[in-house]
C-alpha cells in the first residue's frame, strides 16, 4: 500500500519544548516538503528537499528544523524558537523537485501548544 | 504575497447543481494545478494543467486557464454531497527552485 505517512495525528506541546513530527512516504520520491497551514489559509511551505542529505528553506522556515537522512524520511522539528507553533502540519512528495510534478499529500499532523 | 487567490471564499449550493471556482495570480506560470481537501486532511491533487493549455476534463471536473488574464476556473458539474470540501488552486512560481505557491482556497458546502 503505497504512500505518505504522518505522526502523530495531534500533538500537543508546553512552550519551551522541542517536537518533531514524522514524515515517511513509500513512493520512491525524491522530492519531499513541509507546509504549515493556519485555520482559513493557503499552505506555507517551511522547508524541502530535493534529494537525500539536501535542503532547503521555505518561505516560514524560521524556528524548525528538518534532516533528510534517508529517501523514505523527512522530519519536521518544531523549535521553541518558533513563536506560535499551533497550526495543522502538513508533509508531501513528488518524483521530482518543482512545480512541475503533482504533490501528493500525508494526512496532517495538528500541532497544539499548550 | 500569495500568487494564487481562489474567489469566491465560500460557496454554497444543493447537491445536483454545478459548482464554479475562479483562481486569479499574478506573474507567468509553466503550470496551474488544483487540489482538494476535505476538513481536516491532507491535499489530494485533482488536475494539472499547463500553460499551453486552455481546458482539461477529469470526469466531472472541467478546468480552463486563461493566461492572458492570469485566471483559471474549475467546475464542478452535478455537485454531490460528497464534494464538499476546500478547494485550492496552486501555481508554480518562477526563478531558481520552482515550488509550489497555494491560495487560501474556497470552501464548498454541498447540500442534501
Known amino acids: 500500500d503505497g504512500g505518505i505517512t504522518q505522526s502523530p495525528k495531534y500533538l500537543f506541546r508546553k512552550e519551551g519544548q522541542n517536537v518533531t513530527l514524522s514524515c515517511e512516504q513509500n513512493?520512491?520520491?525524491?522530492?519531499m516538503y513541509w507546509y504549515r497551514q493556519d485555520p482559513g489559509q493557503g499552505l506555507r511551505l517551511i522547508y524541502y528537499?530535493?534529494?537525500?542529505?539536501?535542503?532547503q528553506k521555505g518561505d516560514i522556515a524560521e524556528g524548525y528544523s528538518v534532516s533528510r537522512e534517508k529517501k523514505e524520511s523527512f522530519p519536521l522539528t518544531v523549535t521553541s524558537a518558533q513563536k506560535n507553533p499551533t497550526a495543522f502540519y502538513l508533509c508531501?512528495?513528488?518524483?521530482?523537485?518543482?512545480?512541475?510534478?503533482?504533490?501528493?499529500f500525508g494526512p496532517g499532523t495538528r500541532l497544539t501548544v499548550l | 504575497s500569495q500568487q494564487g487567490e481562489e474567489d469566491p471564499q465560500a460557496l454554497s449550493i444543493q447537491e445536483g447543481e454545478n459548482a464554479t471556482m475562479n483562481c486569479s495570480y499574478k506573474t507567468s506560470i509553466n503550470n496551474l494545478q488544483w487540489y482538494r481537501q476535505n476538513s481536516g486532511r491532507g491535499l489530494v491533487h485533482l488536475i494539472l494543467i499547463r500553460s499551453n493549455e486552455r481546458e482539461k476534463h477529469s470526469g466531472r471536473l472541467r478546468v480552463t486557464l486563461d493566461t492572458s488574464k492570469k485566471s483559471s476556473s474549475l467546475l464542478i458539474t452535478a455537485s454531490r454531497a460528497a464534494d464538499t470540501a476546500s478547494y485550492f488552486c496552486a501555481t508554480e512560481a518562477s526563478g531558481g527552485y520552482n515550488k509550489l505557491i497555494f491560495g487560501a482556497g474556497t470552501r464548498l458546502a454541498v447540500h442534501p
Open positions: 508531501a512528495s513528488s518524483s521530482f523537485a518543482g512545480g512541475k510534478d503533482t504533490q501528493y
Open positions: 513512493l520512491n520520491h525524491d522530492a
Open positions: 528537499s530535493q534529494i537525500v542529505n539536501d535542503f
